[in-house]
């Protein structure tokens, strides 16, 4: 892999990552940064990727909280209306 290739890569993660918790589209400025820097990935698979390392991460941050909700659901009817 060329070493402009994986600095492309580096900084659309980069980009991925900033945009991710923001509401704006984290997919549409990867695809315009991608773009814009000639990063050309087969079949988007990159973009994917990338989508579900932002998935997975949010899910680690988030994995307690959920757990917790998940044991509480049946008896806890705040968490019940908020589900």
Do not use: C, N
């Given at each position: 892999?060329?070493?402009?290739?994986?600095?492309?890569?580096?900084?659309?993660?980069?980009?991925?990552?900033?945009?991710?918790?923001?509401?704006?589209s984290s997919t549409g400025h990867?695809?315009?940064?991608?773009?814009?820097?000639?990063?050309?990935?087969?079949?988007?698979?990159?973009?994917?990727?990338?989508?579900?390392?932002?998935?997975?991460?949010?899910?680690?941050?988030?994995?307690?909280?959920?757990?917790?909700?998940?044991?509480?659901?049946?008896?806890?009817?705040?968490?019940?209306?908020?589900?």
């Amino acid at each position: 892999m060329e070493s402009q290739t994986i600095v492309e890569a580096l900084l659309l993660g980069l980009l991925e990552g900033l945009t991710e918790f923001i509401p704006v589209s984290s997919t549409g400025h990867i695809l315009l940064a991608g773009h814009f820097l000639g990063f050309h990935s087969t079949g988007k698979a990159f973009e994917i990727l990338i989508q579900l390392g932002a998935i997975l991460a949010i899910l680690s941050v988030y994995f307690g909280k959920l757990w917790q909700m998940l044991v509480k659901l049946p008896s806890d009817p705040q968490i019940k209306h908020f589900v």
